[in-house]
């Protein structure tokens, strides 16, 4: 695969989970890649590490100084929240959702105009099935999701005439070090984890080299009429009623 050959990519949260398979990905597809992350994690040996804090003005600001082309952006760096409406103060919406909804807003008012000069820019949000089933105990996390939804299809809208593609990417359940760190909190691991893949009809989670296959599909100068969708890899979750 060198569909991405001469082309430079930005991916943020690129230290572990689907961030770094996307990044993976991307350099293999033969892009340059910029992960954004606030350690560098599994990139050594991927790409150029760029410390970047989504949640601060100035750290994206000056992450983005230091690219001087730009044609892909993803955005996956994002936080977790686990409770109902009741069960989550109010500093936590913030930090959640300015992580996760302004942080986007953030990379892209950065990256645009860099991506103005491409021939082939892309913007690719992972968003998650969050946005569009109502999953228990995620009433803080569905949210950011909902709004990443709604977002991705109002960028897309605003850039379609510059020629900039906007997309998102809704995947179930991912093992990835996120979750393994939610499962680690559970009183019951071992009982979660079977919760969580039984939640899925495919029977298991997702993997994040899935998930990132799906941003790479987007992103892809291949894919030049494809904005304004969403594609699912949740393994059926969101489409399927599996009977008991």
Same mark, same amino acid.
């Given at each position: 695969?060198?569909?991405?050959?001469?082309?430079?990519?930005?991916?943020?949260?690129?230290?572990?989970?689907?961030?770094?398979?996307?990044?993976?990905?991307?350099?293999?597809?033969?892009?340059?890649?910029?992960?954004?992350?606030?350690?560098?994690?599994?990139?050594?040996g991927v790409g150029e590490w760029l410390q970047c804090d989504v949640s601060d003005d100035?750290?994206?600001?000056?992450?983005?100084?230091?690219?001087?082309?730009?044609?892909?952006l993803i955005n996956s760096a994002a936080i977790s929240a686990v409770g109902n409406v009741?069960?989550?103060?109010?500093?936590?919406?913030?930090?959640?959702?300015?992580?996760?909804?302004?942080?986007?807003?953030?990379?892209?008012?950065?990256?645009?105009?860099?991506?103005?000069? /491409?021939?082939?820019?892309?913007?690719?949000?992972?968003?998650?099935?969050?946005?569009?089933?109502?999953?228990?105990?995620?009433?803080?996390?569905?949210?950011?999701?909902?709004?990443?939804?709604?977002?991705?299809?109002?960028?897309?809208?605003?850039?379609?005439?510059?020629?900039?593609?906007?997309?998102? !990417?809704?995947?179930?359940?991912?093992?990835?070090?996120?979750?393994?760190?939610?499962?680690?909190?559970?009183?019951?691991? !071992?009982?979660?984890?079977?919760?969580?893949?039984?939640?899925?009809?495919?029977?298991?989670?997702? /993997?994040?080299?899935?998930?990132?296959?799906?941003?790479?599909?987007?992103?892809?100068?291949?894919?030049? /009429?494809?904005?304004?969708?969403?594609?699912?890899?949740?393994?059926?979750?969101?489409?399927?009623?599996?009977?008991?």
């Amino acid at each position: 695969m060198s569909e991405f050959k001469g082309l430079v990519a930005a991916v943020t949260g690129a230290g572990s989970g689907i961030g770094l398979a996307t990044a993976k990905m991307l350099a293999d597809g033969g892009a340059k890649v910029y992960g954004l992350d606030i350690a560098e994690g599994g990139l050594a040996g991927v790409g150029e590490w760029l410390q970047c804090d989504v949640s601060d003005d100035a750290s994206v600001e000056a992450a983005f100084a230091k690219i001087s082309q730009l044609d892909i952006l993803i955005n996956s760096a994002a936080i977790s929240a686990v409770g109902n409406v009741e069960a989550n103060p109010s500093d936590e919406w913030n930090k959640v959702m300015n992580i996760n909804v302004v942080g986007i807003v953030r990379t892209a008012r950065y990256s645009l105009p860099l991506l103005r000069n /491409s021939k082939c820019a892309s913007i690719v949000n992972v968003c998650s099935v969050a946005a569009t089933a109502g999953i228990p105990k995620r009433a803080l996390y569905s949210s950011t999701k909902g709004a990443v939804l709604s977002l991705t299809m109002a960028m897309a809208n605003d850039y379609v005439a510059e020629g900039i593609r906007v997309n998102c !990417v809704n995947p179930g359940t991912a093992d990835t070090p996120w979750v393994q760190r939610l499962l680690a909190q559970a009183a019951d691991p !071992v009982a979660e984890r079977k919760a969580l893949e039984a939640r899925q009809p495919l029977g298991r989670l997702v /993997s994040a080299d899935e998930v990132a296959r799906a941003l790479c599909y987007l992103a892809s100068p291949l894919q030049g /009429s494809t904005t304004a969708t969403s594609l699912a890899v949740d393994g059926g979750m969101q489409g399927l009623r599996i009977p008991k």
